[in-house]
Nanobody, 115 residues
């Protein structure tokens, strides 16, 4: 089993920044990808950003140019730097780790952006 622990969420004013972190522990071995998803009230969970084992990244159109995903060299921790935050970025953010045939999820961290 793999456990994912997120941190870094909170309340911020529009235009501000936050950095999310997600640390993996347990039965860790080579990954396929790591990423961040978010779910706003009444909406489906959506991909925000992902990074593959080889380092390729992709982003939702709504966050391109504002958010940056990165990971440590050991591929244990994944980060999401969020700049120029907007009220529509308000959501619960979930860390995801694709490892072998399995998808692992964190418990979620709330990000609230006030206008």
């Amino acid at each position: 089993q793999v456990q994912l622990v997120e941190s870094g969420g909170g309340l911020v004013q529009a235009g501000g920044s936050l950095r999310l972190s997600c640390a993996a522990s347990g039965s860790i071995f080579s990954i396929n990808a790591m990423g961040w998803y978010r779910q706003a009230p009444g909406k489906q969970r959506e991909l925000v950003a992902a990074i593959t084992s080889g380092g390729s990244t992709n982003y939702a159109d709504s966050v391109k140019g504002r958010f940056t995903i990165s990971r440590d060299s050991a591929k244990i921790t994944v980060y999401l730097q969020m700049n120029s935050l907007k009220p529509e970025d308000t959501a619960v953010y979930y860390c995801n780790r694709k490892q072998g045939l399995h998808d692992y999820w964190g418990q979620g961290t709330q990000v609230t952006v006030s206008s």
